[in-house]
């Protein structure tokens, strides 16, 4: 078969945000008429690389040619003229308009004549890539699924030849998904390019004839999807080269915390969590690896209070709980690293020393109601002191922190305790390192293993395998909301896990 | 062109964008009065001598402001937490209403300004609970329930003066009687018309700057109105700051109407204020919700209302002007507060 046109070459691609390299040297080809999936953990790189595509970050070094054509960077219109259409996870929809304004809207005026003409050229496409939505139908009134089709009617009015799905199928349910695939299928047949940014693999095997595998920001492997299979792609998306701190084996303690059989309900496509045991004993680290959005929340949300179980139950130090919110977790001595630093974990416009406080302003920092901002002051000085956090001074507003700096304070404000009780007893550690430049990451890493090694119970979820089995004395493997046995470790490779995170390891251990 | 946000402004920018709207103002002041056939320097100059210009407008201009401050210092707080009273007109009248039942004979002695005050706030505190509990428990928006409360409370005092609080011998006007001599406010000087209840604002003020940046429930309004899922997170009770805030607010509203009545008016009727609730949200706006500046924004615009009535009897220029000015104000300035966040970019 001879090889289709090149339409889209972007060539070495780099572009750094301070110490961290968000892109290296990323280059990609995509052929006419086929899909090529962009796979990579969140902060690979994956959004970067496509923000440079678009203009909208002027990349260091590298050049992007669009139908053998060079773009000129740092034009967000340029793309977009040459013929690049791109549908991102959150739609720009207006809702009280009907579909046709929404694809006419901001390429003609709504007024002008020829709305007999666009009309007729929607309902041509629509009817070619088999994106069935009705022209005059308010999109407020839309499923998701169909949204996403006007989204990407609204790419082909523009006349895009290439288009590009930002995780596409996140808001979908499987039936809106197997719908979008017939869709693509469609549409490449007819000429049209994909790049299908994901990080589930069965889409990526199911859909993409190639598979261009980011890690981070560097291209890990290029590879047919014909040639490969789940457990590969899974292995190469976590990758193995990186040194990082690999916590010895130690023995556990008491189980300090049980997760009993506790189920959630779905949210949306998001699955709820499955009759899910789990224990967290003293002084061992349980790693709890998967692609995100497979329950981890959910967990994650329970053990720190934000949520409870709808059945199941929760005990800690062997008695039931009953009371649950995050001020009582704090107090019960679990410390919490949100996986959100920004929105969850602190307040961009409060100082330094008021996002130390924050979760111990009234057991620590206050007598009577009134608040004692010396010793607050003093507190944050000795967290920015203690564990390195790069800063002018405990007056910063912490917007103006780079992540591994924020990242630090949150560290240090957990490892304090939460309570009078002086160290936190159990750690939650939600993506602690996330996003963060190698550096960063390996003090986090560090850390944790030293507060299991004084006797802490540190739960780790996290996506990055290479993390969770250099930490982790246990790993379990969560899908689909489902809780795999746990493995201790050195007794499980990477691929086997990825069999588990891909979720079939699952219907075997149920069907044996 | 897009807006782009400006990650550390600069001093100049801070400062200098405020002046520039304030200067902006005077100069639509000035076509203002073009407009209406008066000498613009001339009208500039005789709002200020109307608010500023003896020791009588001075003392008109605080009393005016007197009101506004707690009006302004019920919104500042609401507004911290992101909780969006426009009610305070409604609490206001609560609080007036209180003052006259208990100020017309039902209570005696040296107890009855105290009393007084402290129930008008109870109540102006009692009437946002309801919009506060739907806003959390139900997630009703507050604004509609809080405004609509204006309009049902203005229909509520024109029922109490029409009939069960009407004046008997009120020559059949819609008003309340008089109070009683001790459930007045005194004044700070004798012989000249300003009330304790200006005294007791500014006090009522730095209490509020005093319980924002000294304790934890200030600490906890902040936290919530910057950001709830964080604050939640961090294991605070959002609800029951949400609930603590509104308390506070409502009380401080109603305690507007009780100083007017107690203080200055000394009965009740339909016109004790003319929108003093939503004049306290420019009041707010203007002093980015401090509580210190709520007392320099109120003299402010206090000044600019009193200025422009003196100012319309000399130089026959509509007192609407003092409207237009305080709204041309409030644009400006919250136009200059984006643009110390914010540049606008090309492209």
Not at chain 2, 133 to 162: A, H, P, Q, W
Request: hydrophobic share 50%; aromatic share 4%.
């Amino acid at each position: 078969m001879p090889e289709a046109e090149i339409v889209l070459r972007l060539d070495r691609i780099s572009k750094r945000f301070g110490a961290l390299k968000a892109n290296d040297a990323v280059s990609l080809t995509l052929r006419r008429g086929e899909v090529v999936a962009l796979l990579g953990e969140n902060g690979a790189g994956k959004t970067t690389l496509m923000n440079v595509l678009f203009g909208h970050y002027l990349a260091d070094a590298g050049t992007i040619e669009v139908f053998g054509q060079p773009l000129a960077p740092g034009n967000p219109r340029a793309a977009l003229a040459a013929g690049v259409g791109m549908v991102h996870q959150h739609f720009a929809l207006a809702g009280n308009l009907t579909v046709l304004e929404n694809i006419r809207l901001g390429t003609e005026r709504l007024w002008a004549r020829g709305v007999g003409a666009a009309r007729e050229k929607v309902e041509r496409l629509s009817r070619d890539f088999g994106l069935s939505v009705h022209p005059d139908a308010r999109v407020g009134r839309l499923s998701v699924g169909e949204r996403q089709r006007v989204e990407i009617l609204k790419a082909l009015y523009r006349d895009a030849r290439i288009l590009i799905l930002d995780e596409p199928t996140a808001v979908l349910t499987p039936q809106e998904a197997e719908a979008l695939f017939a869709t693509l299928r469609r549409a490449t047949g007819l000429g049209l390019s994909v790049i299908f940014i994901s990080h589930k693999l069965h889409e990526v095997m199911a859909i993409a004839d190639r598979c261009v595998v980011l890690r981070h920001g560097r291209v890990v492997g290029a590879v047919d999807t014909h040639a490969t299979d789940r457990g590969a792609l899974a292995a190469l998306m976590v990758g193995g080269e990186l040194s990082l701190p690999r916590a010895e084996a130690r023995a556990a303690g008491a189980v300090l915390m049980r997760v009993d059989g506790v189920s959630t309900p779905d949210r949306g496509a998001v699955p709820g969590l499955k009759a899910v045991t789990l224990d967290l004993r003293a002084g061992q680290i349980t790693g709890l690896a998967g692609v995100s959005g497979n329950g981890q929340a959910a967990l994650a949300e329970i053990i720190g209070g934000l949520a409870r179980p709808a059945s199941g139950r929760l005990t800690l130090r062997d008695r039931p709980v009953r009371d649950w919110s995050p001020g009582i977790a704090l107090a019960q001595g679990i410390a919490r690293i949100p996986e959100d630093r920004h929105h969850q974990g602190t307040i961009g416009d409060f100082d330094l020393t008021e996002n130390a406080v924050l979760e111990t302003y009234r057991s620590r920092f206050s007598r009577r109601g009134w608040m004692n901002w010396r010793a607050a002051r003093r507190f944050a000085e000795a967290i920015i002191k203690g564990y390195d956090v790069r800063c002018p001074g405990p007056e910063t507003r912490i917007r103006l922190l780079s992540g591994g700096n924020m990242q630090k304070l949150i560290l240090g404000r957990a490892l304090a305790g939460g309570s009078i009780r002086e160290a936190p007893e159990i750690i939650l550690a939600n993506q602690p390192v996330r996003g963060l430049d190698v550096g960063a990451i390996a003090y986090v890493q560090s850390q944790l293993i030293a507060a299991r090694d004084r006797g802490t119970a540190v739960l780790l979820i996290s996506e990055d395998l290479d993390e969770i089995m250099g930490l982790s004395d246990i790993i379990h493997v969560m899908s689909q909301g489902r809780l795999s046995p746990g493995f201790a470790r050195g007794t499980m490779t990477a691929p086997e896990l990825g069999l588990w995170m891909a979720g079939q390891k699952f219907e075997s251990a149920h069907a044996a | 062109m897009r807006l782009e946000p400006v990650a550390n402004p600069s001093t100049a920018r801070r400062l200098g964008l405020p002046a520039l709207a304030i200067a902006a103002t005077m100069v639509v002041a000035m076509g203002l009065a073009l407009l209406a056939g008066a000498s613009p320097l001339a009208t500039l100059g005789q709002i200020a001598v109307g608010a500023l210009g003896s020791k009588l407008a001075i003392l008109e201009t605080l009393n005016r402001a007197t009101p506004l401050i707690f009006t302004g210092l019920a919104v500042a707080v609401a507004f911290r937490a992101k909780l969006w009273n426009i009610g305070a007109e409604a609490q206001l009248y609560a609080g007036a209403i209180v003052t006259v039942l208990l100020g017309t004979g039902a209570l005696g002695g040296p107890l009855v300004l105290p009393v007084s005050a402290l129930v008008a706030m109870l109540a102006g505190a009692a009437l946002l609970l309801g919009p506060v509990l739907l806003k959390t428990r139900l997630g009703v928006d507050e604004v509609v329930t809080t405004l609509l409360l204006n309009f049902i409370m203005l229909l509520f005092v024109s029922y109490l003066l029409e009939g069960p609080m009407k004046d008997p011998m009120g020559m059949g006007w819609p008003k309340s009687q008089a109070l009683i001599p001790e459930a007045r406010l005194p004044r700070i000087v004798d012989g000249l018309r300003l009330h304790w209840g200006f005294a007791l604002a500014i006090l009522a003020a730095i209490g509020v700057w005093v319980i924002q940046t000294r304790t934890a429930l200030g600490f906890e309004i902040r936290a919530v109105g910057q950001s709830p899922e964080a604050a939640r997170f961090a294991g605070m009770p959002v609800n029951a700051v949400l609930v603590k805030t509104a308390l506070l607010s409502g009380g401080l509203a109603a305690l507007a109407g009780w100083s007017e009545v107690a203080g200055l008016k000394g009965l009740l009727s339909q016109d004790l204020s003319p929108g003093f609730g939503y004049t306290g949200i420019i009041v707010a706006m203007l002093a980015l919700l401090h509580p210190l500046g709520v007392v320099v924004t109120a003299v402010f615009v206090a000044g600019i209302f009193v200025g422009s009535d003196a100012m319309s009897r000399a130089a026959g220029v509509p007192t609407y002007i003092a409207d237009m000015l305080t709204a041309v104000a409030l644009l400006c300035m919250v136009l200059a507060i984006l643009l110390t966040k914010v540049r606008v970019v090309r492209g």
